[in-house]
Structure formats: C-alpha cells, structure tokens
T-cell receptor, first 120, second 110 residues
Framework: EVQLVESGGDLVQPGGSLRLSCAASGFSFTNHWMSWVRQAPGKGLEWVAN??????????VDSVKGRFTVSRDNAKNSVYLQMNSLRAEDTAVYYC????FGYGTIFDQWGQGTLVTVSS | EIVLTQSPATLSVSPGESATLSCRASQSVGHDLAWYQQKPGQAPRLIIY?????ATGVPARFSGSGSGSGTEFTLTIHSLQSEDFAVYYC??????????FGGGTKVEMK
C-alpha cells in the first residue's frame, strides 16, 4: 500500500523557520517526482514546489522562491520542505504528493497533510 | 502563469442526477488537465487526467472532456451518489512552473 506521511507542522512566528518531512512507503520512491501542495484554511489548492527523481531539478511557485527549499533523501525514502522567513500567508495544510508518470506534473497519491501556522 | 477559472462555484444537485463542472484556462493547455475530488478533512484524490482518462479505481460515472481549443474542459458526474458530494478542482500541467489549480467547485446536495 502506498503511503505518504507528513510531519513537522507547527505554530511558528513570522520570520521563523520550519522543516517539513514526508516519509514514503509502498512504492519505488526513486522513480517518482515529488511535490508539496498547500491549502490555506478554507481556501483552494496551491502547488508549492517539486523535485525530480534524483534531486537534480527543483521548481517553485514564485511566492516561495528564495525562502523555501525542497530536497529528498532517496536512501530514506523521504522528501523535505525547508521553509525560512515564514509569513502569515504561508499558513496552510501542507501535503506531499507523488507524480505517477515521472514528469512531476500530476498527483496520484497524497499524504494526510501537516498544518503550518505562522502567527505571533 | 496559466489561470484556471472554475464554474459554478457551487452546484446543488439531487442524488441520482448528473452534475456538469466547467474549467476554463486563460490560454491553451492542450490535453494537460486533471481533476481532483476533495472531501472535508481529507486530502485530494485524483479523478481524471489527460483530460479524459479516469484514475485507478474511479467509477465510470465520472467522465472528462475538453474542447479542441485546449481552454474549455468539463467534468461530468452521472447519477450522483452520496459519496460524490465534495469539492472538485481542475489543475493544468501544460505550462509550468507553476502548476496551477482552479478555485474549485463545491457539489452539494440539493
């Protein structure tokens, strides 16, 4: 069974940092792009970042460029999101998601999400 | 950035009826569109991609279509079941980054 389990969400002050983790199991992790998608409370979905199979290619939505960094450890079947200089507008549930086809473009498996709250 | 506009925002439908959801792209995305279903408190679920292929395990009452222009897409849910009441999002993957989602359509019980 495919599983994605996020962790690391917390309450953090504006300007603070947080590192999210996503542990994958039940599939060949090294074959798949992985993404982070977020959802602010009561709002829609927003793609945040993705990373290719060997970690050599990353992409970000403009609003997080220079502040967030996506990475992966294939030995640990895990993907990470380092979030720095956090703002109130980064408050959201953060999901990690798997692309099924190797192109980083759609999401066929999702984690349960982890809540990040940025507030003083 | 490609903007996706979904309509209507809310659709009230009786069980057993059909629902037609629309997604319009600000420029052509070809066939590179997907639909997701999200129920309260749950992660989204991939329903349709490509834009007519159902994801694994998705019932045949869900169907997707697209216009030749690559800007107009429709998700149709035939004979709505109780488990189909949810929010549906479209997403384009033609021109990225960024990958973008529409604002969602809530399908509620009439």
């Amino acid at each position: 069974e495919v599983q994605l389990v996020e962790s690391g969400g917390d309450l953090v002050q504006p300007g603070g940092s947080l590192r999210l983790s996503c542990a994958a199991s039940g599939f060949s992790f090294t074959n798949h792009w992985m993404s982070w998608v977020r959802q602010a409370p009561g709002k829609g979905l927003e793609w945040v970042a993705n990373i290719n199979q060997d970690g050599s290619e990353e992409h970000y939505v403009d609003s997080v460029k220079g502040r967030f960094t996506v990475s992966r450890d294939n030995a640990k079947n895990s993907v990470y999101l380092q979030m720095n200089s956090l703002r109130a507008e980064d408050t959201a549930v953060y999901y990690c998601a798997r692309d099924p086809f190797g192109y980083g473009t759609i999401f066929d498996q999702w984690g349960q999400g982890t809540l990040v709250t940025v507030s003083s | 950035e490609i903007v996706l506009t979904q309509s209507p925002a809310t659709l009230s439908v009786s069980p057993g009826e059909s629902a037609t959801l629309s997604c319009r792209a600000s420029q052509s995305v070809g066939h590179d569109l997907a639909w997701y279903q999200q129920k309260p408190g749950q992660a989204p679920r991939l329903i349709i991609y490509g834009p007519t292929t159902r994801a694994t395990g998705v019932p045949a009452r869900f169907s997707g279509s697209g216009s030749g222009s690559g800007t107009e897409f429709t998700l149709t849910i035939h004979s709505l079941q109780s488990e189909d009441f949810a929010v549906y999002y479209c997403q384009q993957f033609n021109n990225w980054p960024p990958l973008t989602f529409g604002g969602g359509t809530k399908v509620e019980m009439k």
